[in-house]
Every structure is written in C-alpha cells, then in structure tokens.
C-alpha cells in the first residue's frame, strides 16, 4: 500500500488531478481511496455528479465513527472519504483534519485492501493540523501540484520549506499546465533546483473544464479520450516512484532567476 | 445531560497512570499551570513532573522545538529510564508533532507519548489512552491491558450511574459529624453487633481508607463486638506498584493481628469488588455496614449503613442510596501521596478517640 498527499496552491488544480488520478488508477484494477482534507469538501464531488458526501466530521459529531460508514464509493469504484470541517470562520479545520485522520487510520486501510491512498490537502499549510496527511502513518511522500508561474512555483517552494522543516519526503512534481512560454523547462528546472523530479505535465484542456461542470472525471465524461492515458500514466509513475526524498527548498531569488532566464 | 458540576480531567488521569507505570519523569506539553495541583501532588510520590511551560507565542508558532529542548534537559536533570509525554488542550489543537519532536530530541528508546487533551471525555479515557500508549511501548501486555481498560468503563459507569456525574450539578458536601458517626460505631460494638466492614478503595487512597478498617477493629477489641474484614487488597492483580499498596496495608493488618476475611479484588478493580463484597456478605450475618473507599460502586443493600468517601460531591448521591451516614475525608489525597503504610485518617482518628485509644 502506497499513501500520497497532493499539495500546492490554491485553485492549482489539486483535486482536477487526483479525481484523474484516481479514477484511471481505479480502471487498471487498483483499489483506490481518495481523502479529502479540505474544509469545504469538494475534492470527490467529481465521483457522485457533483454531490457532496457526508464527511467524516458532520458524521462523528453525531457519533458515527466505523470507518465502513465514513467512506462512499464513488464512480469506477473509487473510494471517497471528505474529512470536512467547521464552516468558513468558526472553530478550527485543522483540528478537524487531525480527528478525521485518527478516526480513518492505517490498520484500517491495511484491512480493507487499498493499494494507494491519495489525501488532497487544501492550498496552504497554514496550521500544525493541516500537516497531518504528511505525518509519520498518513502519507509515505507528497506531490505537488504546479503551473510554471511565479506564484505558483513560489507556493511550491514554501510547501518544500514545510517539507524540509517536517522531514518528509517528496515524490516528485506534477505540472499543471497553463499555457506560459517554456512552462516545462521552467517546472523541471525549479524541481531540480530543490532535488525533486518532474513526474509529468498535464496540458491545459478543455475537456478537464467541461467533465467538471457535470461534476464528472474525464474517463466518465469521455472515456476515450486521450488524455485518459496521461493520467494512467502518471498514476503509474507515482505507484512505481522509489525516488523520494526530502526535498532541498530555495530562495525566492533563485526561483525568479530560473524563470527569468526561460521567459 | 450536559453535567454541569467540575470533575476530574483525562490529562490528570494520564499523569496519575504513568505514576502507576512507575514512570520517572512525565512532560506535560502544555502551559505551566495546566494540571498544577496534580502535578505537585505526584511529585510527593516520587515522579518528576515537568511542562514545556508554552505560552502565546508557542501557540501561535508551534512548540515542538522547546518540547526537545525540555526532553534534552529532563534527561540531562534526572537521567530517567522511563519518560512520558503528555499532550495537553493546547498542543493538541494546534497539532504538535509529539511523536516526531521525542525521535528528533533522540530520547525515543525511553520516553513515549500520550496523545490526550481536557476535551476528550471522562477522566478515565486519560487512564485508558495511557495504558494503551504503555501497551504499544511495550510496558505492559495487551491482557493487562485490556482488563485495566475494562476497569475503567466500568468505573465511569459508576460515576454516571450512581455518582458525581449522576445529576446536571452536584453539591460539595462536607459530609456527617465525625464524631457522631464513631459514637454510633463504638455504640453498636459495645451492644456486642456484628460489623461488616468494606474496604473497596482506588489505589493509594487504600493508604487512607484502611485506616478506618484498622480503628474499627482495633475499638472492637477493646470494647467487644464483631467484625467481618472485606477488602480489595489483592497481590496477584495489577500493576506491580499498585500490588505493592495492597502488600503494604496487608503487612500492617497483620502486625496488628488483624485478618481479612475476604479479599474482593485487586486494587484497581473497586468498580468490581464492591459487587463481590456485597455478594461474600449476602449470607452472612452482620448488623451493620461500613463501607470506605468507593462506595458508590457497592449495590444497595438495604441494612444499617455507613460510608466513608474522599469525595465532597459523592457525598448527596450516596445519601440518596441510603447510607445512614456519609462521611468525607477531605484531606485524603495529599496524606497518601508518597506513603509506603497506612495513613491516619480522619474518620479513624474520631473512632479512636470515643473508644478511647490511641
């Protein structure tokens, strides 16, 4: 069993590729579970049509904790759990993540068979809770999602400075493409700057766009598409990864001269 | 029902349960204050108590460098062989890494981690998680640990049923006239009535409670009567160091030619014992009942009765039992704490004094 956790900013694209992730992961026969850590709840609206599924907190406060009540199965199989959270300025989401996670634990995957576990951690780490799915038990290494854009890259960067400060390991790099000049060479450059890898690039693509508003992945949506493939595989470039490490996080100086010599 | 009434806190219990583990040093990582009272009580038995003292900036920025700083210093102050770690409210919400913070200060071969805070429930869930972190350490078997754990539901089933957390708010009383409750005991002896007395305590308030088994039969001999002696003083249950209170009271009966006509359990297993007493005594022939301790987990028995708490706030419900007379020992927990024999208790001390001993 392999457990993974997406970071990157906001609005990257997190959870548009780890519903694609899953989802092609799922058709190859792997049994897939997907955890969404993000108060709001929407990482696996992408399997049941655009529904939400009760998650893990609204359902512990009225006392419901057996794991087998926790997760839905969505489309193709997949596993879905949303760990949830107190709505928007109340309470503490972090908290929340950390209960949810205690609640949902590696024994339990282990008995359920999971061959990849996949937490799609909101943008920013911005408390001890939301580090949880990168602790010691939860996620074996981190990927993060990226474009080749200043912030974005610069996002990254401070997840690599959470990473380096917690030990944990990084799986890799996956670009999620916007369409700037030399996005590749700039993703690659920066994840070698800080002794990661770039795993692969998913191109900007209107099909992504257009399965998300019927709240669909593109294998429900357009089953023969070809960018299918691409998610199969990166998934399984993920599954196979055995070069993970701590990564070695840099300045923001060095990130906007490597972006400046490729513009 | 949301009690209302203050009771006692699951990160006290953890710390009480890793003095049980007989474990040197306890780290608790949370603000100076938090459990203070309990804190300098344990240290009078012998565990070194210390916090990461955090403070407002700690919650903001994250402790876990000054909880290996702390651990550093603890090994370099006391040179424990057993640590414990304590989670506490705050840490616990803003999410330290403990397990990680105990592996990078390199002290993870002796200090493990109890991951625990005030909001999780009773007291005993404290109890249990320790227990529960000593198991997967390796301090104690899964067995043990599952029948202490078994104890303590048990226990917190008393404490709803039949306690403090019986009612929304529960009054602290100080309990009857101690005087007249030892008159009314040395009236009874001199009318030659037969006495059951039952010593169903928790752990070291044993110290305390057997002291009024010990007067009780030191006035019977003086001025007649009989007395039956139950006790949970088992040896062959528990902790090591929890059957060593048991060994210790037991030496002391002896040496004053005192025997115990029944032992009802170990000492951790008072949620049980009394049910045991109770059944031990059932056939037998006895005018009046005396129960010290935990008497809110016997059953009712409908005789003349007595009861002996440390509890102020047990002091209503077990009058609703129908105890003729509850008293209290309010000083019970500090007197015990560091003791390796029987202690002079309140109710004794009266007892002593209208049978006219000393």
């Given at each position: 069993m392999k457990q993974i956790a997406i970071y990157g900013k906001g609005g990257i694209g997190k959870s548009s590729i780890s519903s694609n992730l899953c989802v092609n992961l799922a058709s190859e026969g792997y049994e897939v579970l997907l955890v969404g850590c993000d108060p709001k709840s929407d990482s696996t609206i992408n399997f049941f049509n655009g529904k939400r599924i009760d998650t893990v907190l609204d359902l512990y406060k009225n006392g419901i904790t057996d794991p087998d009540k926790l997760i839905f199965e969505g489309y193709n199989g997949v596993k879905c759990v949303e760990v949830g959270g107190p709505a928007a300025g109340v309470g503490c989401a972090g908290r929340g993540i950390l209960v949810a996670l205690k609640t949902l634990n590696k024994d339990y995957y282990l008995e359920k068979g999971f061959d990849i576990i996949f937490y799609d951690v909101p943008g920013d780490v911005v408390c001890g809770g939301f580090a949880g799915p990168a602790r010691e038990g939860y996620a074996d290494e981190i990927y993060i999602v990226t474009s080749g854009e200043y912030l974005s890259i610069y996002a990254a960067n401070n997840i690599a400075k959470g990473l380096f400060n917690l030990n944990v390991k990084m799986g890799g790099i996956i670009g999620n493409l916007r369409g700037i000049p030399n996005e590749i060479e700039k993703i690659k450059a920066y994840s070698e700057i800080i002794d990661s890898q770039l795993i692969s690039a998913v191109e900007r693509n209107l099909k992504i766009h257009e399965s998300e508003i019927e709240g669909k992945t593109v294998l429900e949506k357009y089953p023969d598409d070809p960018l299918n493939y691409k998610f199969k595989d990166i998934g399984k470039k993920i599954i196979e990864n055995n070069k993970s490490r701590v990564p070695k996080p840099t300045t923001d100086e060095k990130i906007r001269e490597i972006l400046g010599g490729l513009i | 029902m949301n009690i209302l009434t203050?009771?006692?806190?699951?990160?006290?219990?953890?710390?009480?349960?890793?003095?049980?583990?007989?474990?040197?040093?306890?780290?608790?990582?949370?603000?100076?204050?938090?459990?203070?009272?309990?804190?300098?009580?344990?240290?009078?038995?012998?565990?070194?108590?210390?916090?990461?003292?955090?403070?407002?900036?700690?919650?903001?920025?994250?402790?876990?460098?000054?909880?290996?700083?702390?651990?550093?210093?603890?090994?370099?102050?006391?040179?424990?062989?057993?640590?414990?770690?304590?989670?506490?409210?705050?840490?616990?919400?803003?999410?330290?890494?403990?397990?990680?913070?105990?592996?990078?200060?390199?002290?993870?071969?002796?200090?493990?981690?109890?991951?625990?805070?005030?909001?999780?429930?009773?007291?005993?869930?404290?109890?249990?998680?320790?227990?529960?972190?000593?198991?997967?350490?390796?301090?104690?078997?899964?067995?043990?640990?599952?029948?202490?754990?078994?104890?303590?539901?048990?226990?917190?089933?008393?404490?709803?049923?039949?306690?403090?957390?019986?009612?929304?708010?529960?009054?602290?009383?100080?309990?009857?006239?101690?005087?007249?409750?030892?008159?009314?005991?040395?009236?009874?002896?001199?009318?030659?009535?037969?006495?059951?007395?039952?010593?169903?305590?928790?752990?070291?308030?044993?110290?305390?409670?057997?002291?009024?088994?010990?007067?009780?039969?030191?006035?019977?001999?003086?001025?007649?009567?009989?007395?039956?002696?139950?006790?949970?003083?088992?040896?062959?249950?528990?902790?090591?160091?929890?059957?060593?209170?048991?060994?210790?009271?037991?030496?002391?009966?002896?040496?004053?030619?005192?025997?115990?006509?029944?032992?009802?359990?170990?000492?951790?297993?008072?949620?049980?014992?009394?049910?045991?007493?109770?059944?031990?005594?059932?056939?037998?022939?006895?005018?009046?009942?005396?129960?010290?301790?935990?008497?809110?987990?016997?059953?009712?028995?409908?005789?003349?009765?007595?009861?002996?708490?440390?509890?102020?706030?047990?002091?209503?419900?077990?009058?609703?039992?129908?105890?003729?007379?509850?008293?209290?020992?309010?000083?019970?927990?500090?007197?015990?704490?560091?003791?390796?024999?029987?202690?002079?208790?309140?109710?004794g001390d009266a007892i002593r004094k209208a049978a006219g001993i000393q």
């Open positions: - | 203050p009771r006692p806190n699951p990160i006290v219990a953890a710390l009480y349960t890793l003095r049980d583990l007989d474990v040197d040093v306890a780290v608790l990582h949370g603000p100076s204050g938090c459990g203070f009272r309990a804190a300098r009580l344990l240290e009078e038995d012998g565990m070194k108590v210390v916090t990461t003292s955090m403070t407002e900036e700690d919650l903001i920025f994250g402790a876990s460098d000054k909880l290996i700083e702390v651990l550093k210093e603890v090994e370099e102050l006391f040179s424990p062989k057993l640590i414990g770690v304590v989670g506490s409210c705050v840490s616990m919400i803003i999410g330290e890494n403990v397990k990680k913070a105990i592996n990078d200060s390199g002290l993870k071969e002796k200090a493990f981690f109890v991951e625990i805070h005030g909001c999780m429930g009773a007291n005993t869930r404290g109890a249990i998680e320790t227990l529960k972190a000593a198991m997967d350490f390796g301090l104690i078997d899964e067995k043990e640990y599952q029948r202490q754990t078994k104890m303590l539901l048990l226990a917190t089933e008393v404490e709803s049923n039949k306690g403090m957390a019986k009612s929304k708010y529960t009054r602290p009383l100080r309990g009857d006239e101690l005087r007249e409750v030892a008159d009314y005991i040395i009236k009874k002896l001199k009318e030659d009535k037969k006495i059951a007395v039952v010593l169903n305590a928790k752990k070291e308030t044993a110290y305390l409670f057997a002291d009024i088994l010990l007067a009780i039969n030191l006035a019977s001999k003086k001025h007649g009567g009989q007395i039956i002696n139950v006790g949970n003083l088992s040896t062959d249950v528990g902790l090591l160091r929890i059957r060593r209170y048991a060994q210790d009271i037991k030496n002391n009966l002896e040496k004053n030619g005192i025997t115990i006509d029944h032992i009802s359990g170990g000492m951790d297993e008072y949620p049980v014992a009394g049910k045991n007493a109770i059944e031990y005594l059932k056939d037998k022939d006895f005018d009046l009942l005396v129960a010290v301790g935990i008497p809110q987990a016997l059953p009712v028995i409908y005789k003349d009765s007595i009861a002996a708490t440390n509890g102020p706030r047990e002091v209503e419900p077990l009058k609703e039992e129908g105890y003729r007379y509850v008293t209290v020992e309010i000083a019970s927990h500090s007197t015990v704490m560091g003791s390796r024999d029987i202690v002079l208790s309140e109710l």
